[in-house]
């Protein structure tokens, strides 16, 4: 049986896309309900200027409360070199930083081009090291943007391995937009971990946005990725189709990996019920998941038992 890692976003990814800031008090909560459930790894939050995303203010704060919970991974998104900084004296696990494809997203994004990030990316890798933190590279808008459109697969293979470089220790390719379909995922991860090893490329981060999520993890899997990211309900509605979820579902995700005969760690039955902590601080937040309404199989017990 495969071992599949998933690992939640909610908190980051999830939170900054809504306008209302969730409670300290219940973030906790939601982190220590979904590491009972068996979840191995959270994304508690992003160490950006607080004036910019004040959704994402308590983050240090969360870092020191997740990492009291034993056996959880607990990582952080950084902008940039200094944001690698706050993340390393917050005490993280690992740290991941963005890395968009297409300069234009880029420059909008973070205010940086290609040669400017890479340099970023560098100091960043350099502040890892010294604190032993695992550092990860996102290649976001890797299969389009909704500025550039297409973006060449060489663009990406050839600036992954500048990033690697510049000292990234793994990277993920992210969906950012929601664009990607099966073949390309297939194909795109072929190209990349050719480029940089195998080893290297281990996740993706896909969104849901036009109803290929799980079909593009299947396409994943058979490429030999071993993490997705995924957010609980959803939560983290892409602003570019409004209305559609945006991030994986992370029921809908563990429910099929479980099914699949793959070995998340994750029980589906507690991982339902923390959907309620999400609920009660965010009242009137869209959710989405068809897990949640459907319920597992009738025979999902023995499905993950075969």
Not at 3 to 12: Q, T, W
Not at 151 to 172: H, I, N, R
Request: hydrophobic residues 45%; negative net charge; contains cysteine.
């Amino acid at each position: 049986m495969t071992d599949i890692l998933v690992s939640e976003v909610g908190l980051r990814d999830g939170l900054q896309s809504i306008d209302r800031v969730m409670p300290l008090d219940a973030k906790k909560r939601w982190i220590a309900a979904e590491a009972a459930a068996g979840v191995k790894e959270i994304e508690v939050g992003s160490f950006v200027p607080p004036k910019l995303l004040p959704q994402m203010a308590d983050t240090a704060e969360l870092v020191v409360f997740a990492k009291g919970i034993e056996g959880l991974t607990v990582v952080t998104l950084v902008p940039n070199a200094k944001g690698a900084e706050f993340a390393a004296n917050a005490g993280v696990d690992g740290m991941s930083i963005p890395f968009s494809m297409s300069e234009t997203h880029s420059i909008k994004n973070v205010r940086k081009d290609h040669p400017a990030m890479l340099e970023e990316i560098a100091k960043a890798a350099a502040i890892a090291k010294d604190h032993g933190i695992h550092f990860a590279v996102g290649l976001s808008t890797a299969f389009g943007c909704t500025m550039e459109g297409a973006v060449a697969e060489d663009q990406v293979v050839s600036l992954a391995e500048k990033a690697a470089e510049a000292g990234a220790m793994e990277f993920s390719l992210s969906d950012t937009t929601g664009y990607a379909d099966p073949a390309q995922v297939r194909r795109l991860t072929r190209k990349v971990k050719a480029a940089v090893g195998d080893k290297m490329l281990t996740t993706l981060h896909l969104h849901n946005t036009r109803g290929l999520g799980l079909a593009n993890v299947v396409a994943g899997l058979e490429e030999g990725i071993t993490t997705f990211d995924a957010s609980l309900g959803g939560l983290g509605g892409c602003p570019f189709a409004p209305g559609a979820s945006g991030n994986l579902v992370t029921e809908d995700l563990v429910l099929m990996l479980n099914s699949m005969g793959y070995s998340t760690g994750i029980d589906l039955k507690k991982l339902l019920q923390v959907r309620a902590v999400v609920e009660e601080a965010l009242p009137g937040e869209p959710l989405y998941g068809f897990t949640p309404d459907a319920g597992p199989m009738k025979d999902y017990a023995q499905r993950i038992a075969a």
